[in-house]
């Protein structure tokens, strides 16, 4: 059996809509799971990856989303790609409004989608979920602070969500990308080294191992995919 075969497991990625979230689906349809794509907005037609199931679901709803995994059998493994970003702004210029947007978008998705996936998950004794940092997270030149330190706290939550689950068949880890190759992050900068940027397919490839029951050694990790950068 290869090691990143899905076949009969359900794999839930949220934040499905965007150029990583639909490398991911596409990466897990093909590798034989059923693949639930949670969006904020249902994608063009053009844009759905035909084997993959799109539900429209506020991950930021605690209600909502619990109600939702108690709907479905519980998931092999949750990948989480949602998140936002916002600016560079110094200190001086720091705007609260933007560090509790930064804080929402990327560390309370990712709490919520961990309670309840976990909750889920214990029911069985078994999965993977799998969150996205930064880089950013771990250098001071990358992003502004509010940015950063919520992809900082998404690296802690994970080692303490790893620390819980240990000894159970439930493994949490993280990718920590650079910048991707993006078409919307190379129009927003036009002038960068492109061709040094990682691309969306090798940074899912590291989700798709992090993700199958051949990582099942693998909990509390952060695997950084910094291309050439």
């Given amino acids: 059996m290869p090691m990143t075969d899905y076949a009969g497991r359900t794999v839930v990625v949220a934040g499905a809509g965007g150029a990583l979230g639909?490398?991911?689906?596409?990466?897990?349809?093909?590798?034989?799971?059923?693949?639930?794509?949670?969006?904020?907005?249902?994608?063009?037609p053009a844009d759905q990856i035909g084997d993959v199931d799109y539900q429209v679901l506020d991950v930021l709803d605690d209600t909502g989303l619990g109600a939702w995994f108690d709907g479905v059998p519980p998931p092999w493994a949750v990948v989480n790609v949602v998140g936002g970003f916002a600016g560079q702004s110094a200190f001086p210029s720091l705007d609260p409004a933007e560090l509790s947007t930064q804080l929402t978008l990327n560390l309370s998705s990712a709490a919520l989608l961990t309670k309840h996936a976990l909750r889920r998950m214990g029911e069985?004794?078994?999965?993977?979920?799998?969150?996205?940092?930064?880089?950013?997270?771990?250098?001071?030149?990358?992003a502004g602070f509010a940015y950063s330190i919520s992809k900082l706290g998404v690296l802690h939550l994970v080692r303490m969500a790893a620390a819980?689950?240990?000894?159970?068949?439930?493994?949490?880890?993280?990718?920590?990308?650079?910048?991707?190759?993006?078409?919307?992050?190379?129009?927003?900068?036009?002038?960068a080294p492109h061709d040094r940027w990682p691309k969306v397919e090798d940074v899912a490839a590291v989700y798709l191992f992090l993700a199958s029951p051949a990582a099942r050694l693998v909990s509390?990790?952060?695997?950084?995919?910094?291309?050439l950068v």
């Fill in 22 to 44: 639909v490398a991911l689906a596409a990466a897990f349809a093909a590798a034989g799971a059923d693949v639930v794509g949670l969006v904020r907005n249902l994608p063009d």
């Fill in 124 to 142: 069985t004794g078994e999965g993977r979920l799998v969150h996205t940092a930064s880089r950013a997270a771990l250098v001071t030149n990358g």
């Fill in 164 to 191: 819980e689950t240990h000894g159970t068949g439930i493994t949490v880890n993280a990718v920590i990308p650079a910048i991707m190759d993006t078409p919307a992050n190379r129009a927003a900068m036009p002038h």
């Fill in 220 to 227: 509390g990790a952060a695997i950084p995919v910094y291309g």
